[in-house]
């Protein structure tokens, strides 16, 4: 429906924030998915995201792979560059943009074939490298576009209208941990409540921070029996805590009582405050994060929050020691060592 | 038999065994005669594996400065008892053989026509006093070097010199050489005197020439033209590229008050993460590139596809090797020029590079950068084994300070300010090349959607016919641009009017070089013409049809060029006569000639007989 232009008319008390832009101002084109789908709620937490951090729109760089999640970058932030590149390709496409120019934020948006089949090599490495992105995967265990083939995260024994899938399914959140990404998150984009904040607390993580968000399809994939439908995730949602973002400007004062709330600053000085819905979890602990997954999926839970946060980590430029300023604003000079040099070089090879 | 007797042309071959530590004894060989000023070219022999395998080494030493490959031996170093009876007979009638005679061989190993030369090598190194087993393997090879100064008459301060070259600051590494040297030298001097006949006499051929491999000069050219993203995945025979960028940026490109890094290199998981990454750069800005070879092209093919349709630059090194499949890993072809020419689904075409030498590569590397970004497409650079993995004698590398970086045409911040009309896909200048902007440009202006399906002049997605057949005719204007900004293909006419011609490119170079001054000598003339790029210039065409009969030399089974110069030029081709040598040895100027002869005689006949 990408003919319907968007009115640019709006309130005028429409709230604004610390850059004086309202969420009108982080909208992208109108949506041509489904009505209903959930990837649409996840494209509107993210407006709400980075409209209540005050991000410059401009400075957001948005990478994607290819189908319905992937197209969703058009729907927010019309004022980002934006680049739908080939199925499950978008890490490895990101991690070159992130190299280029160390200064924007780099938001992956990808889908459960995306990143679980095709891509799942892409997906591995780009954990492993600590890229610093958020890399979302929405994930509604199905191929849309393609009309409604299970995914490689489709649960065993969940059935289609012509299939029943035998495989088991991948679970990212898993992998995301073993492979060694920092900050490891699952959310429902039917809960912005918990969404919204579980994104502002990722753009402000340095590193790979990875969300699977359970996004379900209409469709394809809301049909009863499976596991990545609105009425089983708002069933069988486990969420571990709750998460307030807290700006490194805005004054911090802990009112919780202790055992209740788990603080933890990150690098760029903000403060995330987690509120313990369940007692025994700590998010600092791979491990337990680990085991606590693997228990809870055994008894038919969907474990949301924010499952594993390491603040100290470091990104792939601390590790390849890239120069602070862009490597795509260095020119001949910065570059070219000249034929004084040349001349050197020449002689070493006589 | 008369042995044969040779001063500065000749071939020596080293048969050794891989992992035994012959290759810096070797190349150690070719450098004291290079030093001796006469020219030398070298090629190694490998298979694809570590410890082991035969692994041969071969010097065409030239006084005439011819640097492809000769073809026959005329000194075997034979330390390799795998391969003795074909390194045996592959010697040319009167050649030497130089064995270990440590242990006594029997007379049936040898042949009645060639000359022995036994060295104790094995006795020798075992007679080096505080050595333990593995240095005296090492030293083996060292004292063959010795021994073959003594043969061939090298100046003994020459050896001396690079062995200190060699081993700079490691006095007592030096001293245990030059004692190997010397056991090896003595020995032969007192055994074996006067029975060798070849010999190397100082000539002031070399000039300022300089001994480089063409991985190596093509990433300082990558250093040089501005690459700061590197993203590879090992392949041979591409990996020395990107480990050589990595070597050469370490030393050139360390920031040296933060000790910060100016470029970012990464091995990614696979081939196509690599192309992946180089793409997801050249989007933002940076100047990145990929080295790779066939295997790694077949795997690249969907982001070539990505890269064409979405004009994002890209360079790619492919230093060919023989195909197809995993073919011969370790050995030379020319067989993926249509592979990369067309790579990728739909109507693709893409811009090549043929350089000639590793100078050349160096050169074609920084311009590769500037086309990728002119022209917003990816560039190949296509190189082959034979370039890049060995050290070539050619002019020193060159560049002109007052050289600017051509970063095509990106619209700025301030041209976006002042309202200038952007649309990323619209062809402003009529070269068919449009403005592109880098993400984070402008806070309101100037932002667009890349993606790999079609669209209008403005990035937004259409399928609407007319629309993808616009942008598409778009694209072929910009190759029309290509072709008239890519390098010029390089023509050089015969001393008289010549009814032939031949065309050929890339490391066909130094045996093409050889074989006109052999066909010269036979009165044969023949017009060249270098080929150094794809698109073809009209030069190609002009060049065929002003010859009754072109001879297309490649190095691939398929006439590669030869089919696309038919389809690109329209050219009739029975104009063409296709040369190909494609048995994963460089191509010799023995070869080239004597294929011409034939035929040039061949159709000189016919007309007679007419």
Known sequence: MTYIAKPKLHHKDIPTNALGFTHRDYEGRISTLCAGCGHDSIS?????????????????????????????????????????????????????????????????????????????????????????????????????????????????????????????????????????????????????????????AALSHRGVA????????????????????????????EAVNRIDVIEAKAEITVDYAPGEVV?????????????????????????????????????????????????????????????KRPLNTLGVRELCPGSKMLAAINDSYR | MTPLASVNDFVVKFANVNGSGSASANELFARCILRMGVPVASRNIFPSNIQGLPTWYEVRVSGEGWLGRRGGVDLMVALNPQTWDRDVAELEPGGYLLYDSTKPMPPSKFRDDIVVLGVPFTALSNS?????????????????????????????????????????????????????????????????????????????????????????????????????????????????????????????????????????????????????????????????????SGPGISLMQEFFGLAYFAEIPAVVFDIQRGGPSTGMPTRTQQSDIMLAAYASHGDTKHVLLFPEDPRESFELAAVAFDLAERLQTPVFVMMDLDIGMNDWLCQPLAWDDSRQYDRGKIMTADELEAGRDFGRYLDVDGDGIPYRTLPGVHPTRGAYFTRGTSRDRYARYSEEGAVYVDNMQRLLRKFGTAATLVPAPVRRNAAETARFGAIYYGSTSPAMDEALARLKEQGLHLDTLRVRAFPFSDAVSDFIHAHEQVFVIEQNRDAQLLKMIVNECAIDPARLIALLHYDGTPITARFIANAVAERMTLLGRKEAAE
């Open chain 1, 210 to 237: 990875v969300l699977d968000v359970i996004s379900p399809c209409v469709q394809f994939n809301n049909n009863p029996q499976s596991t990545k439908s609105y009425d089983f995730v708002r069933a069988h949602n």
């Open chain 1, 263 to 323: 603080t933890v600053r990150q690098h760029d000085g903000s403060l995330l405050k987690l509120s313990k819905l369940q007692a025994d979890y700590d998010p600092r602990d791979r491990g337990k994060a680990m085991a606590y997954l693997q228990e809870h999926h055994a008894r038919g839970e969907v474990v949301t929050g924010l499952l594993y946060l390491d603040p100290e980590a470091e990104d792939l430029h601390a590790a390849l020691g890239t120069t």
């Open chain 2, 128 to 292: 080096l006093e505080g050595t333990i087993p593995r240095e005296r393997q090492l030293l083996k090879n060292v004292i063959y070097l010795g021994a073959l100064s003594a043969l061939l008459g090298f100046e003994p301060d020459v050896v001396e010199s690079l062995i200190g070259k060699q081993f700079k600051g490691k006095d007592k590494l030096i001293a245990l050489n030059m004692k190997a040297i010397a056991l090896g030298h003595d020995y032969a001097a007192k055994h074996l005197a006067g029975a060798c006949a070849l010999k190397v006499v100082r000539s002031d051929k070399v000039g300022d020439r300089i001994f480089i491999g063409g991985n190596d000069a093509a990433a300082l050219g990558a250093v040089y033209g501005g690459a700061t993203v590197c993203a590879w995945y090992p392949i041979t025979p591409s990996t020395s590229l990107a480990e050589a960028f990595m070597r050469h940026c370490k030393s050139l490109r360390v920031d040296k008050e933060s000790g910060e890094n100016k470029f970012a290199i990464i091995q990614a998981e696979d081939e196509i993460a690599a192309i992946g990454t180089v793409i997801g750069a050249g989007w933002n800005g940076a100047r990145s590139f990929t080295a790779t």
């Open chain 1, 44 to 200: 509107a937490a993210l407006i709400q995201a980075c409209f209540e951090l005050s991000i410059e729109p401009h400075r957001v760089a948005k990478l994607s792979g290819i189908g319905c999640s992937s197209k969703t970058p058009d729907y927010f932030l019309g004022q980002s560059h934006g680049f739908n590149s080939v199925h499950g390709r978008m890490p490895s496409v990101l991690t070159g943009a992130n190299l280029a120019n160390r200064d924007l934020i780099y938001l992956g948006v990808s889908g459960d074939g995306d990143s679980a089949s095709i891509g799942i090599g892409q997906f591995a490495h780009a954990m492993r490298r600590g890229v610093n992105m958020v890399y979302i995967c929405e994930n509604n265990g199905v191929y849309g576009l393609t009309k409604g083939q299970f995914s490689a995260t489709a649960d065993k024994g969940s059935k289609s209208k012509t299939a029943v899938n035998h495989d088991a399914p991948i679970d990212l959140v898993s992998m995301a941990l073993v492979l060694g990404a920092s900050f490891v998150a699952r959310s429902f984009s039917g809960d912005k409540k918990q969404l919204v904040p579980l994104l502002k």
